[in-house]
């Protein structure tokens, strides 16, 4: 079973959420932390809240009179998440966090038209699953026209806030569910807004990731009057698939749910959205998490005209390997020197001239030695001794 990832809007208070902080953020500098990453997402991020409203024709055989009719006006408020991709006010968002023909905004549609005649949930739910599956028409406020659409958006408290209450945006383009499920939006009359580049391709498997948004079961359970803090869910890319239609996802670990579609998945090491929060299976004994593709996101958003930021380079690592080594030559530099110290010494002392260097030595005078006359050799004298000895 699939579920998209809008989430019911939460009731804010009408008045503006006026709060300082307007400085545009930083470029990424490779967060060594997820504190860092986080903080550099949030300065992105925007909440969406978008109220659809139509009518509702109820058929005849659906009236104890057998006389079918048009309903009141019935508005159904969805709530999701974008990020800025471009500093002129360009914030993408999921398709399907904009599309009045989703399926969900027409079951929204139909599940309060009965809550409005007084049914409770349960059988409001039940009742709007059978109009749906019958196909009842549902029409904007003009005859013939598509259920009307009114988009607003605000950024979280923080640094790199901008947009500091809820503003219209505009629709500029979106993509149905299975052909892609990317949209995009724009504020205007709003300053540089702090964006998120996109990257060019999807993550290989095992690349550390950062999904953030606004999940709604939060904010239906928190402080109404407030803005909900972003969720941040960290984990990795799991694997490249394929829908049905055709259409590329990034299947993830990180955990998302009803709130967050729209918003940015990022990679932890460029700082770049690898997609957009999409859906979840229900498996058998978990959920898969999938997020669009980023390439069909950048040609998405590069065919309607966004200047996308370029990403900030890869910071220089410092130079350990070279502090090592004037840290080691230093250090035997500091065992030798005594020892050269001591041998520079002698060596001096050996090679110091006396006081009258200056004057060349003259040798010492030698004694006069009277020659030795020549001794005459004579040659021995053998004297000859003759015995005559008796035979």
């Not at 471009?86 to 079951?107: F, L, R, S, W």
């Not at 060019?200 to 407030?226: H, Q, Y």
């Amino acid at each position: 079973m699939s579920t998209f990832l809008p989430g019911p809007a939460v009731a804010m208070a009408a008045m503006p959420l006026t709060m300082l902080g307007v400085a545009l953020g930083t470029p990424y500098a490779h967060a060594q932390n997820q504190t860092e990453i986080d903080q550099h997402v949030k300065q992105s991020l925007v909440y969406i809240s978008t109220e659809y409203s139509g009518q509702v024709y109820v058929p005849a055989s659906a009236t104890t009179d057998g006389q079918g009719f048009w309903s009141k006006v019935i508005k159904a408020d969805f709530s999701c998440s974008g990020v800025i991709v471009d500093p002129a006010g360009y914030i993408a968002t999921a398709g399907h966090c904009v599309d009045p023909n989703n399926a969900e905004v027409k079951q929204a549609i139909l599940t309060q038209l009965y809550l409005n005649s007084g049914e409770d949930i349960d059988a409001a739910t039940k009742d709007a699953d059978n109009a749906f599956a019958e196909e009842w028409q549902i029409e904007g406020q003009q005859p013939g026209s598509p259920i009307d659409r009114s988009v607003e958006v605000i950024q979280p408290e923080g640094q790199g806030r901008v947009i500091d209450h809820f503003v219209t945006a505009q629709v500029v383009d979106f993509q149905k569910f299975d052909d892609g499920d990317n949209a995009l939006i724009k504020v205007a009359n709003q300053p540089a807004l702090p964006a998120l580049p996109v990257a060019d391709k999807a993550p290989a498997p095992g690349t550390s990731l950062t999904s953030a948004g606004f999940p709604g079961d939060i904010g239906e359970n928190m402080d109404a009057s407030r803005l909900q803090e972003p969720s941040f869910k960290d984990g990795s890319a799991s694997s490249q698939q394929v829908t049905p239609s055709g259409a590329a996802r990034t299947e993830i670990s990180a955990a998302i749910s009803g709130g967050m579609s729209g918003g940015p998945t990022v990679d932890n090491t460029t700082g770049q959205v690898v997609g957009l929060n999409d859906f979840s299976l229900s498996g058998e004994n978990q959920p898969f998490n999938f997020v669009t593709d980023a390439a069909a996101l950048r040609a998405f958003l590069v065919k309607n005209s966004v200047q996308l930021v370029t990403p900030a380079a890869p910071a220089k690592p410092f130079p350990w390997l070279w502090v090592g080594i004037g840290g080691g030559l230093a250090a035997l530099l500091l065992i030798v020197s005594p020892v050269l110290f001591v041998l520079l010494r002698r060596a001096k002392r050996r090679n110091v001239l006396p006081a009258d260097a200056g004057q060349p030595l003259q040798p010492a005078p030698q004694p006069a030695v009277a020659p030795v006359p020549p001794v005459a050799v004579t040659e021995p004298q053998v004297v000859s001794h003759n015995h005559d000895h008796a035979a």
